[in-house]
């Protein structure tokens, strides 16, 4: 057995269809690898699906189920009991390209790395609001390339569990993630790093990610996002660069500037100045969403999915820093219905 797909799910019985269907496609050895789902307390029918594959797929599939403890605790369980050389992490709202561990495969043979990762991406089939967010997610405007692209900012290529690997080794070496609820796999990475294993990012090996569904999902998620940044430079002072404050700096210069053209003149010249610059960025995302789509509607809707990240991710970084400053050990973001 040299890989084992990874992967934690909860309450998502339809994407885990989708997944399953997907791995079924995948055109790779079924005796060299197992994919294992660990469900973190689901109150849906994800055990009925997974129960109708067992019999289909050519590889071997575990269902393994435990209480609602978080997507950090579902994957050491994966972990723990994985076969394969090679564990890899995927989310549930995923959909595997058929030649994704074929690539992985091949990349390994010619640079044995310890760890590595691969973009997402969205499927020709997805609906416009999907679209829309996987620009702001995959875009250099979006995120600066820091989620798998060969062009970004940040010099360290940190895998996240969307799209993830590590060998046995690290594993036994580090052990597995930690209790954080949102940037557990972010933390893995870094631990990674601080260990002198070698990362590699695989960007041929990317996948379709379907992310959240709507926009008031989409808002909660980057803001807890934001959260987790200032959690993570907790534990990792490198963690937090220049690039992960200018989404929070852009939500204070607004407000400050906005206050200051309420009481001064003067401020609203800086209003007007900083409101052309937002007009500027945001245009140049929408024409840069079109090329990519043709298509009005999702570069309309993908100026919106820029505008909520930037504003929830420098929203939830700046709650973030006002939870530590004010003793609270770990910053945390939407807990209750945090999926509705």
């Known amino acids: 057995m040299k890989y084992s797909i990874i992967v934690a799910t909860y309450n998502r019985a339809d994407e885990i269809r989708e997944l399953l269907d997907s791995a079924l496609q995948l055109e790779f050895d079924p005796t060299k ?6 469900d973190d307390g689901s109150t849906d029918n994800t055990f009925e ?23 950090g605790s579902a994957r050491n369980r994966g972990m723990q009991e994985a076969q394969g050389e090679y564990f890899l992490f995927v989310d549930s709202d995923v959909i595997l390209p058929s030649q994704w561990l074929k690539k992985i495969d091949e990349y390994l043979q ?23 967010i996987n620009y702001a997610m995959t875009s250099f405007i979006g995120t600066a390339g820091t989620r798998g692209s ?16 590590i060998s046995r080794k690290v594993w036994k070496s580090i052990g597995g993630m930690s209790s954080l609820r949102h940037g557990q796999d972010m933390d893995y990475s870094a631990r990674i790093y601080e260990h002198g294993f070698r990362v590699g990012l695989i960007a041929d090996a990317y ?10 999902k989409f808002f909660k998620q980057i803001f807890n996002w934001g959260v987790a940044r200032i959690n993570l430079w907790k534990r990792h002072k490198s963690m937090l660069k220049w690039i992960h404050l200018i989404p929070a700096s852009f939500v204070l210069l607004v407000f400050v500037t906005a206050i200051v053209s309420i009481f001064f003149w003067w401020g609203k010249f800086f209003l007007y100045f900083l409101l052309l610059l937002i007009l500027f960025i945001l245009s140049v995302a929408m024409i840069e969403s ?14 919106l999915a820029i505008f909520i990240q930037i504003s929830a991710y420098g929203l939830g970084t700046l709650t973030g820093f006002f939870q530590i400053l004010t003793g609270k050990k770990e910053a945390q973001g939407f807990v209750k219905n945090y999926y509705r």
């Open 33 to 38: 690898f197992e994919l294992i789902i660990v």
């Open 49 to 71: 699906i997974v129960q109708e594959y067992q019999d289909k797929v050519p590889f071997s599939l575990k269902y393994i189920v435990q209480n609602h403890e978080g997507p």
């Open 110 to 132: 010619i640079n044995p790395v310890d760890a590595f990762g691969g973009p997402d991406t969205d499927h020709p089939s997805f609906p416009p609001l999907l679209k829309a």
């Open 150 to 165: 060969r062009r970004s900012l940040q010099k360290k290529f940190y895998p996240r569990s969307f799209n993830m690997g």
């Open 207 to 216: 996948v379709y990610h379907k992310r959240r569904t709507s926009w008031k």
């Open 290 to 303: 079109f090329f990519r789509y043709h298509s009005v509607k999702i570069s309309i809707m993908s100026v």
